[in-house]
């Protein structure tokens, strides 16, 4: 990154006017100036001199400034040190399949040294967990900010926080009834960020794509309530009809693979025993029929019929679903928010 820039300050103390031919710098440093070609008596100009460090420690480089005053260039030398960027983190939060419970992945790196240690702070007062993961239960539901903190060999300390959501269970529902959760996000995330993401199934499998299990999500805002967010959870109940192409039967089968051979027959008794054009012609047109016939035969079976109807009803039990939106922090930049909701689906 660039340092703030520093000033450095030019005066003519001088009775004639200075001319000023170049301002340059060398090293990881860069400038700007308001000081122009000429300086008259007595005047002033400024130099902004910013660092950008492009490797780790000190750092050096000279401002010099050509002009016709007698030592010229002057020369000003520079330092300045640079700094490794330090651990990033980038908290991922998940649910499981207990109530309450989360799973915080850190997912911490660092370009330039090497991270030594990883602490997840679960935003209860409870004892840190120390590791890249980690999962943890609460005692209720509510609003939790999890925070993922991690230390390099340069005793650099990078951290990263994640305001995770946890809502009570809604009342049970058959399958194909929509539930509506409200709660309340951080300032700045409106329901336009959320979606959701993942799930916990019934049977304490991962799924990552919630329509093959009929489960979908709306996000929307309640008019005048801006922090409050309503999510709706769409569950499926009923039946989709599908085509399927028949199996070809072995009598079709035989039929292709027979009918040629009248056709040959014919063909053969017709060349060898037919004298005039008009007997000829009887024989071909019989050939003719007799072949369009033996396709039609062959072919019948084919096409599409219409199968039994396939469930699309979503499967009974307790999802875990986890939402995942955010706002944006002029410091921090996006800040994650996860939401973890419980939903059992009852059967018909």
Partial sequence: ?????????????????????????????????????????????????????????????????TDNALGSP????????????????????????????????????????????????WGDGSQLTSGSSGTHTYS???????????????????????????????????????????????????????????????????????????????????PGTPTEIDLAINTTGGTIAALHRPHVSTFSTSLAFWMPLPAIVILGSGVLGVRSRRKAFGRYLTIGLLVVFLATLSSCGGGFTLRQPQSLTTPPGTYYITSVGGSTDPVTGFRQVSLIVPLTVTGH
């Fill in 1 to 65: 990154t660039t340092s703030t820039p520093q000033t450095l300050l030019v005066t003519n103390s001088g009775t004639a006017a200075l001319t000023i031919s170049a301002i340059a710098t060398t090293g990881d440093f860069s400038q700007t100036n308001n000081c122009g070609t000429s300086l008259a008596p007595s005047a002033s100009c400024n130099i902004q001199v910013a660092f950008t460090p492009t490797g780790v420690g000190v750092r050096t480089g000279t401002l010099s400034i």
């Fill in 74 to 121: 002057q020369t000003v030398l520079l330092s300045g040190a640079g700094i490794a960027p330090g651990p990033s983190c980038a908290p991922l939060v998940q649910s499981t399949s207990t109530l309450f419970t989360i799973s915080v992945s850190a997912n911490c790196s660092d370009l330039s040294g090497t991270i030594t240690s990883i602490t997840i702070d």
């Fill in 140 to 222: 209720a539901a509510g609003t939790y900010t999890v925070t993922v903190t991690a230390t390099d060999n340069f005793m650099l300390v990078g951290s990263n926080s994640v305001s995770a959501i946890l809502t009570a269970p809604p009342p049970p529902g058959t399958a194909g009834q929509v539930t509506t959760v409200t709660f309340s996000a951080p300032t700045g995330a409106p329901a336009s960020t959320f979606s959701c993401t993942s799930a916990i199934g019934p049977g304490g499998q991962l799924i990552l794509d919630l329509s093959t299990v009929g489960i979908s999500c709306t996000f929307s805002s309640p």
